[in-house]
């Protein structure tokens, strides 16, 4: 023979499938998968507070699993990930149960009922049993001394997480903060299915999610029933024969919504944040608020932009999709689309801005201030001088520590432009001079920030600030920008 058996160390790899990175949302969200595709309508998640015996659990009542399929479920790797999946099937790898539970508790016990079943069938893996004996022991009993939720339909399955060390460390009970960190945990829980099962809780056969006895209500990223919301049509794309559907929407400026409003769409991360792509697989959202590495910033002139983006389980290699089901990347073929479909959303995203930012400057009324001054000497010469009361120039006049040493330099520049060289380079390219800072947005708003805290420590008001801003050269070429600016102030 010129081969031999290399078994892994059961215990080496169970505490390596606990390192996939999964944080307790993602971890509760991919058990959530297993109940949806079990077919289930109603799913209830406890998280129950107990120190170092606190623990979780996600109670379903869809089809259940009879003892061979609940024994394969439990086993690592129980689904090969290149096999065909049905296209409401939202597993991938056949480690979703193990690993997720595996993240944040070292025991993990699964109880399931199948209809017409007179009998429940139970397993267990306890990590440090498998430590103790090296064997993939699973056990065919309950936890002791826990008391297991019961089902109580003609069937379902409810999986529980004890001894979670990852989920709660080794505090106790009565320690104050960690019960904070705790119920701040089931907080993040309760806004994360709310987003990534948004879909599946609504309309015909929807599912009921609650968190300890709470109701979830979906959380829509895009603000599709107001109707200040912008739908900028569908674009229908295919990679490898497969639809890929593409929606971008541009939400309504805050003027527009009222103070709940402005609260629901700002999302779990809020509004800045939550800009970008939202990837859905098979209706489950992967990933949201994410420009997938395709050369975008989230900047604050464009955080109105969401753009979903769906396809099926058959394309999951060419997203990339995790374990975790949490994050994907942009398939090659379709970057280029992507890019196009971004740049156009977010340029009508800015729009809203600049057209606020233009509505607010005709209010204000505000004389144009130019940075520069031309002035004609007596014999006819021309010299450039720069402008002493544009709001940059006296910001920088006032905060510096030397008055006196940074008019000189300013003096300096004044003196040695190279008028002869600017007006010949003009001159040659007369049709193709860049605005000023060009897409240095980052830059501008460094500057405006610079502008804006001088002023108002001199004394007038941040509206009135921005108002002698931006009616100054070169922010009144970009509205959207100061009125941004103005949003995340009065924010």
């Not at 994410?290 to 002139?301: P, Q, T, V």
């Not at 607010?360 to 002035?375: G, L, P, T, Y």
């Not at 405006?448 to 009616?471: C, M, N, S, W």
Request: contains cysteine; proline residues 5%; aromatic residues 8%.
């Amino acid at each position: 023979m010129d081969w031999e058996i290399a078994e892994p160390s059961p215990d080496a790899l169970v505490e390596s499938l606990r390192a996939f990175g999964y944080s307790p949302e993602a971890a509760v969200a991919d058990l959530i998968d297993n109940s949806i595709s079990a077919g289930a309508r109603e799913i209830d998640v406890h998280f129950h507070w107990n120190g170092t015996a606190s623990a979780v659990a996600i109670r379903d009542d869809g089809r259940g699993m009879d003892e061979r399929t609940l024994f394969n479920a439990m086993r690592a790797g129980s689904t090969n990930p290149l096999e065909e999946r049905a296209e409401a099937d939202l597993g991938r790898f056949g480690l979703g149960l193990k690993t997720a539970s595996f993240s944040q508790a070292r025991e993990l016990t699964v109880q399931s009922r199948t209809r017409g079943c007179k009998t429940t069938a139970v397993r267990r893996w306890d990590l440090d049993l498998i430590a103790k004996t090296s064997e993939w022991r699973l056990l065919l009993t309950e936890p002791p001394e826990v008391s297991v939720p019961q089902l109580t339909g003609p069937s379902g399955t409810v999986v529980l997480w004890t001894k979670c060390d990852r989920l709660v460390g080794d505090a106790d009970r009565h320690e104050s903060k960690a019960h904070a960190r705790f119920n701040a945990t089931i907080d993040r829980v309760a806004n994360h299915l709310s987003a990534v099962f948004h879909r599946f809780m609504i309309g015909r056969g929807k599912v009921a999610i609650a968190v300890n006895g709470v109701k979830l209500h979906p959380w829509d990223p895009f603000m599709e029933d107001n109707d200040a919301t912008q739908h900028l049509g569908v674009e229908r794309l295919t990679l490898r024969d497969y639809p890929v559907k593409i929606t971008p929407f541009v939400l309504p400026h805050r003027s527009k919504l009222t103070a709940a409003e402005q609260a629901v769409g700002a999302g779990a991360a809020g509004w800045n944040q939550q800009q970008g792509f939202y990837i859905y697989r098979s209706n489950r959202l992967l990933l949201q608020g994410d420009w997938l590495s395709l050369g975008f910033s989230k900047d604050e002139h464009t955080k109105l932009a969401r753009i979903a983006v769906e396809f099926p389980a058959s394309l999951d290699h060419d997203w990339q999709v995790d374990v975790k089901k949490s994050s994907a990347r942009a398939p090659g073929p379709l970057q280029q689309d992507l890019k196009r479909i971004a740049t156009a959303t977010r340029r009508q995203a800015e729009e809203v801005y600049r057209h606020r930012g233009k509505i607010i400057a005709r209010k204000a009324s505000k004389d144009f201030v130019m940075a520069w001054h031309q002035i004609k000497t007596r014999d006819g010469e021309v010299k450039y001088k720069i402008n002493r009361k544009h709001p940059v120039i006296e910001t920088l006049l006032q905060s510096s520590g030397d008055r006196q040493e940074t008019e000189r330099g300013l003096r300096f520049i004044e003196e040695t432009i190279p008028t002869t060289l600017v007006g010949v380079a003009i001159a040659d390219a007369l049709d193709q001079q860049p605005a000023p800072f060009g897409q240095s947005r980052s830059e501008l708003n460094n500057i405006l920030r610079f502008a804006f805290d001088g002023l108002v420590q001199t004394g007038l008001k941040p509206g009135e600030a921005l108002d002698r801003i931006g009616a100054a050269e070169p922010f009144i070429q970009y509205p959207e920008v100061v009125q941004a600016f103005r949003d995340a102030a009065d924010g």
